[in-house]
């Protein structure tokens, strides 16, 4: 595992509940839910991220060796982790983006700047470091997240990658 870096992980929504089976209908697509994992293996991954079960976002550890994530490592060091985690702290806890989500099937595309919800929290995360600036955080799916994440730094692959390891490394 890379000491430096980080990865987005993606959750393959057909190994979830009817949740997940309703974003995976409204964004045409696998993935259900996006976590930026931060460090730590991948059984045992310190993620970050907003999600309707916990209420918004937070840090959660979360095997992501069980067969049913797939990961892109992103091009950090160190310090790019550091400012990411310093943008987290001074974010404070943000409540789960229940309007957001309802943007993506709903006509008029409500938003609240206050609330979050996973792709989005994870897209603007990536944009603190100068990354994937043209796009509106609160306008991409995971599944968006994971084409646009893929243009930039290559297709998903199935974790056990550590992050920011590719899978060359």
């Not at 976590?35 to 293996?41: F, I, V």
Request: aromatic letters at 14%.
């Amino acid at each position: 595992m890379s000491s430096a870096g980080a990865s987005l992980a993606f959750y393959r929504g057909a190994y979830g509940g009817k949740f997940d089976a309703l974003i995976d209908a409204w964004t045409n697509g696998p993935y259900s839910h996006a976590e930026l994992w931060l460090d730590g293996p991948a059984h045992r991954a310190r993620c970050f991220s907003s999600s309707a079960r916990d209420g918004g976002t937070r840090y959660k550890v979360i095997d992501l060796d069980s067969g049913k994530w797939d990961a892109i490592p992103l091009p950090f060091n160190e310090l790019d982790r550091w400012i990411i985690e310093r943008h987290i702290a001074e974010l404070g806890h943000r409540k789960y983006d229940w309007l957001g989500i309802l943007g993506f099937v709903l006509p008029w595309g409500e938003h609240n700047d206050k609330d979050c919800f996973c792709s989005e929290i994870c897209l603007h995360l990536i944009q603190t470091r100068g990354y994937l600036l043209r796009y509106k955080a609160w306008q991409v799916s995971p599944v968006k997240l994971a084409a646009i994440a893929a243009e930039w730094w290559g297709e998903p692959v199935p974790v056990p990658l550590g992050p920011g390891e590719s899978k060359a490394a």
